[in-house]
């Protein structure tokens, strides 16, 4: 399985579902942050450094946190969009049967999202389309 470019596809999607969930002024920090997260994770073609994107992530989010950073939030979504793209990339190793990246992942949406790109019917694993 070529992995670049099904994350590019994963990050697109999230993108425009992160649009659609921040569309207020008062959402743009998680709105900025969900879109980081998508755009670090496009263009990456193996699955450790997509691992070592979360790593630094989710130490970036615990420091704003740990600060009480005013933009925590923007943090906190960097980190939950390279979750999902791991999450979406874990479910589609497994589908090819191959190891997942971590051992919370795949999760029953990420498998979903998963089988929608790969183009799953009927228990059958297509090709990225």
């Excluded at 989710?58 to 979504?77: G, H, K, L, S």
């Excluded at 992942?105 to 059958?124: N, Q, Y």
Aim: net charge neutral; proline share 5%; aromatic share 6%.
């Amino acid at each position: 399985m070529d992995l670049g470019p099904f994350i590019d596809r994963v990050c697109a999607v999230g993108m425009a579902v992160a649009r659609a969930s921040y569309p207020r002024s008062d959402q743009s920090e998680r709105l900025k942050g969900c879109i980081e997260g998508f755009e670090i994770c496009q263009g990456i073609e193996h699955a450790d450094h997509l691992l070592e994107a979360l790593h630094q992530a989710n130490a970036r989010a615990i420091e704003a946190f740990a600060d009480q950073a005013t933009d925590y939030r923007r943090w906190n979504c960097r980190a939950a969009g390279i979750e999902w793209v791991c999450d979406v990339v874990s479910a589609a190793l497994v589908a090819h049967g191959l190891r997942s990246l971590g051992p919370l992942w795949p999760t029953p949406p990420a498998m979903r999202e998963s089988a929608s790109i790969l183009g799953v019917k009927h228990g059958r694993t297509g090709h990225i389309r």
